[in-house]
């Protein structure tokens, strides 16, 4: 599975409604966890999903993790939890690995291609 080099985060990120609950609830530890596992998920290839075991992997606790549910950014399901409105914001891995065929396939073009012209210019020995 071909994850993402980096996951798309709004600049208005922090005056989010939810963000702003969690952080006058104190619950910052919790908005941290939220960033990493955006950063867990789009670098796996997950589509969203962060799988339970994955949980201290991202720095997180049970209790961020039920902050995070209370607030609206997760969804449980079993094994672990979806990040709400993941494919509303961050491209599927599905799009992702099919933009990576294209651009491999553009490279190939590009340097075969770009090989035999030079070989052309080359003087004859």
Request: with cysteine; net charge positive.
């Amino acid at each position: 599975m071909t994850g993402l080099k980096w996951v798309r985060l709004d600049t208005s990120f922090y005056t989010n409604q939810k963000i702003l609950d969690l952080a006058h609830t104190h619950h910052h530890r919790a908005i941290a966890v939220y960033m990493c596992a955006l950063a867990y998920a789009g670098g796996q290839g997950t589509d969203g999903w962060i799988p339970a075991a994955a949980l201290t992997l991202i720095h997180g606790r049970p209790t961020d993790a039920n902050h995070l549910v209370e607030a609206g950014l997760w969804t449980p399901r079993p094994g672990g939890w979806d990040i709400h409105d993941w494919r509303d914001y961050q491209p599927s891995s599905e799009e992702t690995e099919a933009r990576t065929a294209r651009a491999r396939a553009a490279a190939l073009t590009r340097w075969n291609g770009g090989a035999r012209r030079n070989a052309s210019r080359m003087p004859d020995a």
